[in-house]
């Protein structure tokens, strides 16, 4: 199959072009519009894209892939070299009861060295980040946690960029844990989330991560490794999960792991999810304050339970009751040690030269798909974007195509369609379920003498209805016939059917008047040459009839002549 983007190339994200149906979807979801429209093909544009990972779950002919790590791990595993997996704890809500105590002995039956929770580190990276706050209380805060959110901010946001708390994410934080544990060795995260595979490449993984499987990637390295979880025995993960890290999917979680308050009505803490809400809190968070707000934000509608590539077997109260068990059932008092090195990051602003486009180039391009006044812009949203304008500024910038409008290329093919009526030569008129005319075109009008003026009335005020009812019964879908309309002068070929759906009836009416007075003069030639040709054969006949004595009493007199001659000649 055809893709635009290849998983060797920088794309996370790219479109399967053989499966992708120009039904604008993932322009309408794409919360950044790092979507590009071409020939009706919806490309994501890399250098916009967040990965995070929303047109992948949102479009209904799954044109939308990503990157997949799952064959390269699969080769690490067999090619014996030692490998750790970092498991999300979100894997709670995707696996049932019997199948979370049974991953970490699948995974070591792949040839795993290490099985480990990523929330292991999420314990260290949410205490870094509670240090961090005290230390600088003087501005606001947003929780660094989750990448899409980050790339976001870094990429659509960036006069918030200083408000990123500098702290390592959890799949970072236990990635340096185990790499300094473990030595060379590939690691290998396991999560939901899209936005993982774009963070184990940026300026801050620095190499720490080698591979980012999703739960779905991981079922897969089941099935190519042969391992079945169902004949896999109940075992631990390695390592040490302290306090309430496992919570770290769901809102609040961070918050509750770094000993923030978490409390609903407590003024300046938000646990949010959503991007829709983590717009709304940027636009909204004050330049300045007296106290400052600290957002643990997750880019994901309810949190991580919610990613793209969760496994969607449960609804979200379950995933999340999911994980509060699991969370409640392995808890430890153990609260972790201490690190011996570094968590901190790096987020600064990706500055983009965003160009700025007179009201003029906007107006052309409006005026390009009929939208010459306000009243024309309908804002309907219907091509993806939330209003005319700024669709017209996706045009200019080359991202969407002008036949994107859908009211326009409506009213294009309404237009289209009547003007082939129009111009059609056959008679055309439409009823509805009464028989009455709904539209008739400018040939019926003019073969049946009539004007406008009947729309309304009863097709049987011009000819007989008989046809039509024969439709309207539903005896007939469709009737094909020659009928002549002695009133008109006229003889046509008449072909009625039915609109089902609309209840009502169509008929075409092709004038073959001239076709059939052609015909009948056509048979009076034949006729009339039939008859030349019976005359003409009878008056050869007679002739040679005629001949045939002449020619017998002549023969008879020569040889009365003939034989006297004889005679005489003797004589």
């Not at 004949?231 to 809102?251: H, T």
């Not at 002008?402 to 409506?410: A, F, K, L, T, W």
């Not at 030569?425 to 073969?447: C, E, T």
């Not at 209805?465 to 002068?489: C, H, M, W």
Request: contains cysteine; aromatic residues 8%; charged residues 25%.
């Amino acid at each position: 199959m055809k893709m635009q983007q290849t998983a060797t190339s920088n794309a996370i994200v790219f479109t399967n072009e053989a499966k992708c149906r120009d039904c604008y979807r993932c322009v309408r979801v794409c919360p950044v519009h790092a979507i590009r429209m071409e020939n009706g093909q919806a490309h994501v544009v890399t250098e916009n894209c967040i990965a995070c990972g929303t047109c992948i779950a949102e479009c209904p002919q799954h044109a939308k892939a990503y990157r997949t790590d799952v064959h390269a791990v699969f080769e690490w595993l067999e090619q014996g070299l030692p490998v750790a997996f970092s498991v999300a704890p979100s894997f709670a809500g995707s696996y049932s009861e019997w199948e979370q105590k049974r991953i970490p002995s699948a995974l070591r039956a792949t040839g795993a060295a290490y099985v480990g929770e990523t929330a292991e580190g999420a314990y260290y990276s949410a205490h870094a980040t509670a240090d961090y706050i005290r230390q600088n209380p003087e501005q606001h805060h947003i929780c660094t946690a989750c990448p899409a959110v980050v790339n976001y901010i870094r990429q659509y946001a960036g006069e918030h960029a200083r408000e990123l708390v500098p702290v390592l994410s959890p799949m970072l934080v236990h990635a340096k844990m185990l790499r300094k544990e473990l030595g060379k060795t590939k690691i290998v995260f396991v999560g939901p989330c899209v936005a993982k595979k774009s963070e184990a490449k940026d300026e801050n993984a620095k190499g720490l991560v080698d591979a980012v499987l999703t739960f779905e990637e991981l079922d897969k390295l089941f099935v190519l490794c042969e391992v079945k979880l169902d004949q896999c025995e109940e075992s631990k993960f390695d390592g040490q999960v302290g306090d309430s890290a496992r919570l770290f999917p769901l809102e609040g979680g961070l918050l509750k792991t770094a000993g923030l308050k978490t409390d609903r009505l407590e003024s300046k803490h938000l646990a949010i999810s959503g991007f829709d809400t983590l717009e709304a809190v940027l636009k909204s968070m004050p330049v300045s304050a007296k106290s400052h707000w600290i957002v643990e934000p997750l880019f994901c509608s309810q949190g991580c339970i919610n990613g793209p590539l969760a496994r969607k077997q449960k609804t979200l109260f379950e995933q999340r009751e999911a994980v509060m068990d699991y969370a409640s059932i392995n808890k430890t008092a153990e609260s972790g040690h201490e690190l011996a090195f570094d968590l901190s990051a790096l987020y600064p602003p990706h500055h983009k030269n965003n160009v700025v486009y007179s009201e003029d180039q906007i107006q052309e391009v409006l005026n390009s798909i009929g939208k010459f006044s306000k009243e024309d812009e309908l804002n309907c949203m219907a091509c993806g974007y939330n209003s005319c304008r700024e669709k017209a500024v996706a045009v200019l910038e080359g991202l969407a195509e002008p036949e994107m409008c859908m009211p326009y290329m409506r009213r294009m093919a309404e237009q289209k369609f009547e003007m082939m009526i129009r111009h059609d030569p056959n008679g055309i008129v439409m009823l509805d379920d009464k028989l009455h005319i709904i539209h008739m075109n400018p040939a019926f009008r003019k073969m049946f003498s009539c004007s406008e003026a009947l729309v309304g009335r009863p097709i049987s005020y011009l000819i007989d209805p008989d046809v039509f009812e024969q439709l309207s019964t539903g005896s007939e879908q469709l009737i094909r016939k020659t009928v002549t309309f002695a009133n008109y002068n006229l003889v046509c070929h008449l072909m009625c059917y039915a609109l089902p759906e609309q209840n009502q009836f169509v008929g075409i009416f092709m004038d073959i008047t001239a076709l059939q007075s052609n015909t009948e003069k056509l048979n009076e030639i034949k006729a009339e040459t039939v008859l030349q040709a019976q005359s003409l054969i009878e008056h050869q006949i007679e002739m040679a009839q005629e001949l045939a004595r002449f020619l017998g009493d002549h023969t008879a007199k020569g040889e009365v002549l003939l034989n006297k001659l004889i005679d005489s000649i003797q004589k």
